[in-house]
């Protein structure tokens, strides 16, 4: 195994990779992952099978903090396909569009990456009750990963959550607890109960983070280690964008790539605290009223990795913006017409890219992965009413 030890994302504080913390104990920050780098490099340089084998998650398994293989969890997540969206370019006005599909994963979202090694560190931890707190996605994907594994997972949903995903959940087996109005009350709860009941608590922390940083590994080497402009990335608890960035940055590191590409975030209206931060130069401050909306997996008040999204923005010279319902509702009409169904908030990613080359802040000529990041299926009443509106 190549990783070395964890390191908070603002304080720096260090922790051995063995301790059970899942935010720095200091500073109430998220942590960090950290890897002998050089040694990744030595291994995979000249590495011909390594590059020709097929993108999956375990692939980058050098990148993954698990010292067992024989023993990591999988349902053979990750390996989703890159598609180019020809139609879309021209009618956007873009040269190179592809939509990286995370919806074809085992559970129908991006989470399973992320899930995956959760679930196998959960095992190394001896674990054997999991709880997580989630809008939907994560917890039908802690649910399939967990029951893979042999154990008992409890998930904490807020009201109004899409029916689909619940009985998902409820398919692998798992205890289901609706606790609160929103994503925010159902973390406080979860990580509340992991505390004094004894759960290994999964969700928005380091471990999933390692996995989640696939989707830029993939993105990478479906493109034949070329580098894009514009990467553009839903944002609920900004964890998924974070990791995106941070996968980049190791390719970049140990010389897989020598450009790293720009990262566009996208909040949906009213869940915008991101976006304000990075307008006003503010401190991001928590969303107070709850207001209706089509992307429920992205309606988060506080996101936990929101100082995270705003450094990765700035690193890569990137952009952030809200969208609204009705050009989200647009947006996953289209992709639909390119033969993708996608559920709502992962159609802001394609109302974004839209409206920032509207602005010109993407270029004609500039080259632009947009991630759909979860499935249509997931969410059919949301569509089923934008489709009688
Ligand atoms: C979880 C999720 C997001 C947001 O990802 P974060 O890591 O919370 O920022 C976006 N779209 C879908 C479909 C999701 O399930
Ligand atoms: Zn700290």
Known sequence: MFAAKLVCTKCGEEYSLACGVYKCTKCGSPLDVCYHYDDIADLIQDNDPWFREHPHVWKYWMFLPVSNLKKAVTLNEGGTRLYRAKRLEEKI???????????????????????????????E????????AST????????AYGAK???????VVPEGTPEGKLVQAK????????????YDEALAEAERRALEEGYYLTGNYHYRVEGQKTTGFEIIDQLHFNVPDWIVVPIGAGTHLRAIWKGLKEFYRIGLISELPRIAGVQIEGYDSIVRAWKTG?????????????????????????ENVLKAVKESNGYLDTVTNEETAAAGLLLGREGL????????????????????????????????????????NTWSKVLTS
């Open 93 to 123: 006005g873009i040269s190179k569009l592809y939509i990286k599909n995370e919806g074809e994963n085992p559970t129908g979202a991006f989470k399973d990456r992320g899930s995956s090694v959760e679930i196998t560190k959960a095992l």
């Open 125 to 132: 931890f001896h674990a054997q009750k999991v709880i997580v």
């Open 149 to 155: 594994a042999g154990l008992k997972v409890t998930i």
């Open 282 to 306: 503010k401190p991001i401050e928590k969303i107070t009223k709850k207001v209706p909306t089509i992307a429920s997996a992205i309606a988060v008040k506080a996101p936990v990795d929101g």
């Open 171 to 182: 398919m692998y087996g798992a205890n289901v607890e609706v606790f609160g109005k929103t």
């Open 341 to 380: 169904f996608v559920e709502p908030s992962s159609a802001t990613s394609l109302a974004l890219a839209q409206k920032m080359r509207e602005e010109g802040i993407i270029d004609k000529g500039e080259s632009v992965v947009i991630i759909a990041t979860g499935h249509g299926l997931k969410d059919i």
């Open 136 to 143: 939907g996605n994560m917890a039908a994907s802690i649910s």
